[in-house]
């Protein structure tokens, strides 16, 4: 595996509004981490989800996070 190896992931908007919101708002020196590439792969998925999310509002922030607890999460 190179570094420069992409790997292609399908969210559901909700699903990438409200970890994009969680990464900015959570202390990534507070997490348990193994190792740290864990923090790493954090701050990549942070960027790339800075640039895959159209600007968005607290009210947005809102209407994710109740999708995501209304919708069937198969359980």
């Given at each position: 595996m190179?570094?420069?190896d992409k790997t292609a992931l399908s969210l559901w908007t909700a699903d990438a509004v409200v970890l994009f919101d969680w990464l900015l708002s959570?202390?990534?020196?507070?997490l348990p981490v193994r190792h740290m590439a864990q923090k790493q792969a954090l701050m990549d998925l942070l960027q790339?989800?800075?640039r895959s999310i159209?600007?968005?509002t607290s009210e947005d922030i809102?209407?994710?996070?109740?999708?995501l607890l209304t919708?069937?999460?198969?359980l």
């Open positions: 190179a570094a420069s959570v202390d990534l020196d507070q790339q989800l800075d159209p600007g968005y809102e209407q994710a996070h109740h999708l919708r069937e999460m198969g």
